[in-house]
């Protein structure tokens, strides 16, 4: 093995510099493809058709007359869509709705598929499918939002007597905690372009993981995975809706396979709220016990979520409870409860986002119990190790984000009484959460190789979910090899590639970071070794005499622009690329990690609220952010801006309403699903602290795509209550709770 070629020398620093997104003019133009935008000769359109019950069976499917309709080539139901296999529990790939489509005649949540139409155009399919008669056979069912556990609490994490010391404290809160269920609402909707050649699948699909995409979807056709390519060139987002597979997928493949055309399927917007995965209901107990100067002494977050019929996912709300605040005695314990409603899934910050909706609420009502400064109360309670395991943590900054935030936001001119400060005529309200997210990496490899044309390749099969994937990965690669940003090519969004990690956890970039790294280095070698044997520049140099430095492969008696450029060195070897490539573990599931990794953060919040006309609006926000090594200030701020404006959203406005009489997910829409806009944000003030944790990777990164949404909401409740004395435990915030 040669020794390590002088890649690090990087005079560049394209990591750490704002650099606008590297796909921002495809996109801009219309150039970039997403997955609806894929057009194919004799493509066919395919729309599935969705039960009308929560609860049931289905008694017939009656067909004859939508086939009998203009350009209908088939309707698939239970009988004729062919076989679909389950995916193993575990190794075969992830998706949390387990049941293939179209199973049994059993209808669990409203919406569920029950028959596929494929036509000639989008709109003789959709005119077919509201023509196809299903009878039912109707069983009760339950949407209900009030959660009872059906099952003894599981306990998460345990330690000391939290019972007795919350029984003694001095002084104690006791709340219970409600979120809503929020669906997540890409702009771009779920779409699947399938297309078969007899024995190979291609399939063009909106997903978070193409490479698990492609193992279930291999599973659950019953096919090899060698057999199935997926392919995701650019995301409209996703929050966690894409991250897995959903059935409408299987439904495209399987029509393509039997067809053996082309089958395109968009889901509606109706469909997304319906099938395609939502935020569950979460009722969260919260207890804390204090000392009459601050000092928890006992903490317990008893939580329950709603769970569809056949899910077995888990809305972690505990995940941080037992490591961010010091104290000796705490429980954490978990319970669901089941509802028919489509299988619930991961949505931005799963889990840690509703859960420090509830911890930093009540963490907010423990101040004001004791007439303390929050932002005092929890400097006071900032343990020094992760308690809950007992280990180190590799990087917490937390006290600097809330100081640092309370010296921004001008924290220290407000006084503490309900109501008391005003400007303009409203009344303002100041909050404040701390927040965290884990940081961890999933498993990546990449490829990365230098051309005969003068540019570098990094290739992974990862995908851009639209927070700028294409752009960090071609910073990353230009540190590394010394070369301008403008020289990447960064090739992304193919299971045919190196598998890369799932744009998903906040682990992306960290991911990328070791493989990257690794790869480059392999690559510098590659081409210092072919200068070496084929140009005779290099001839009988040494290996371990040539350096590699801004492009040119040059002896270290020599400065670097007397080298040669790495294309020369191509040419003369009449190669047209060398290539390394670069692999890396996960440590997502590894749990005797021996330190605890995490990104913390703090939000501080001003509302106004005039009561005369019942309006309350967000007047400003700032944001600290604990994230790592930030690679790209420009994107990183923009996903904290993203991240916060969702936070607005989750706090006032989001909530999926389920019809008692029906089961039906009834605002499922964007007029009538409330989110954020423009309009509802004020400026945001964002500052990332920029320690780089290098325990997760070299270069020290994280990742910043969850930590910006966790704690927001919690910080308005807490604003809210500054200024009008009424705290809201049921998200969405309400005028009329107000009034
Ligand atoms: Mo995120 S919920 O891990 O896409």
């Not at 840690?352 to 909706?357: E, F, K």
Request: glycine share 8%; net charge neutral; with cysteine.
């Amino acid at each position: 093995m040669s020794p390590e070629p002088a890649a690090a020398s990087p005079s560049r620093t394209a990591v750490g510099r704002e650099t606008v997104r590297v796909d921002g003019p495809l996109k801009v133009s219309g150039a970039a493809r997403y997955t609806a935008d894929f057009h194919f000769p004799d493509m066919l359109y395919a729309v599935p058709v969705c039960a009308t019950i929560a609860s049931g069976t289905i008694a017939a499917i009656d067909t004859k007359a939508a086939e009998a309709m203009p350009g209908v080539r088939k309707i698939y139901t239970r009988d004729t869509i062919g076989k679909f296999y389950r995916v193993p529990a575990s190794g075969g790939g992830i998706i949390d709705e387990r049941r293939p489509p179209f199973e049994d005649d059993t209808i669990r949540y409203y919406g569920q598929y029950i028959a596929l139409v494929v036509a000639d155009t989008f709109e003789q399919a959709t005119a077919a499918a509201h023509r196809v008669e299903t009878s039912y056979r109707t069983a009760t069912f339950d949407v209900s939002t009030a959660l009872s556990p059906e099952e003894t609490p599981r306990v998460k994490t345990r330690r000391g007597d939290p019972d007795a010391a919350f029984d003694a404290a001095a002084v104690k809160i006791d709340h219970v905690y409600n979120t809503p269920i929020e669906t997540h609402s890409s702009i771009e909707l779920h779409a699947s372009v399938a297309t078969f050649d007899g024995s190979h699948f291609t399939l063009y699909e909106t997903t978070q993981a193409v490479g698990n995409f492609r193992n279930v979807l291999a599973q659950m056709l019953g096919v090899p995975k060698e057999n199935v390519r997926v392919v995701t060139e650019y995301l409209g987002t996703g929050f966690g809706g894409k991250l897995w597979p959903w059935p409408q997928s299987l439904l495209a493949a399987a029509a393509a396979r039997e067809l053996r055309q082309p089958v395109k399927l968009v889901m509606t917007r109706q469909m997304t709220f319906e099938s395609a995965g939502h935020r569950p209901h979460t009722q969260q107990r919260v207890r804390l016990g204090a000392t009459t100067e601050g000092k928890l002494v006992s903490l317990r977050h008893d939580y329950a979520y709603s769970r569809a019929p056949m899910s077995s996912y888990a809305e972690n709300c505990g995940e941080s409870s037992g490591f961010m605040y010091s104290t000796p005695n705490l429980s954490v314990s978990e319970a669901f409860a089941t509802r028919n409603v489509g299988v619930p899934t991961s949505m931005r910050g799963p889990g840690a986002v509703p859960g420090l909706y509830a911890l930093e609420s009540a963490v907010d009502e423990l101040a004001v119990a004791l007439k303390m400064d929050p932002v005092a109360l929890r400097l006071r309670n900032e343990p020094a190790i992760d308690e809950s395991k007992n280990i180190p943590f590799s990087s917490r900054h937390l006290k600097e984000c809330l100081a640092t935030g309370a010296e921004t936001f001008g924290w220290s001119r407000r006084t503490p009484a309900v109501g008391s400060m005003r400007e303009n005529g409203a009344v303002l309200g100041w909050g404040v959460a701390a927040c965290t997210w884990m940081a961890a990496r999933w498993e990546a490899q990449v490829s990365v190789m230098f051309n005969d044309d003068g540019t570098l390749r990094v290739a992974s099969g990862t995908q851009d979910i639209g927070t700028g994937t294409y752009t960090v990965l071609a910073q990353m690669a230009a540190e590394l090899a010394g070369l301008d940003v403008g020289k990447i090519k960064v090739v992304i969004g193919d299971s045919s590639l190196p598998p890369g990690p799932i744009s998903g956890g906040s682990m992306a970039t960290a991911s990328l970071v070791p493989a990257v790294a690794q790869a480059t280095r392999e690559a510098i070698r590659n081409l210092i070794a072919t200068a070496r044997e084929s140009d005779s520049h290099f001839a009988n140099v040494p290996v371990d005499r040539l350096a590699f430095h801004e492009g040119r492969v040059h002896r270290k008696d020599q400065p670097p622009g007397e080298g040669r450029r790495f294309e020369e060195v191509l040419a003369s070897a009449r190669l047209g690329h060398v290539e390394g490539r670069g692999k890396s573990e996960g440590t997502f599931r590894n749990k005797n990690s021996t330190v605890s990794t995490h990104s913390f953060g703090a939000h501080f919040v001003e509302v106004a609220w005039q009561p005369e006309i019942a309006r309350l609006r967000i007047n400003r926000t700032v944001s600290v952010i604990d994230g790592g090594r930030i690679v790209n200030p420009l994107t990183a701020r923009n996903q904290i801006e993203g991240a916060v404006t969702m936070g607005i959203g989750m706090a006032l406005f989001e909530e999926t309403h389920y019809d008692h009489r029906h089961g039906m997910p009834i605002n499922s829409n964007l007029a009538d699903y409330i989110m954020a806009t423009h309009a509802d944000t004020p400026p945001m003030e964002v500052i990332f602290l920029d320690y780089p944790d290098t325990h997760l990777n070299e270069m020290g990164v994280r990742g910043i795509g969850e930590i910006g949404l966790a704690g927001v909401a919690a910080a308005i409740t807490n604003a809210v209550y500054h200024a009008t004395g009424v705290r809201v435990r049921d998200l969405p915030v309400k005028i009329e709770d107000l009034l």
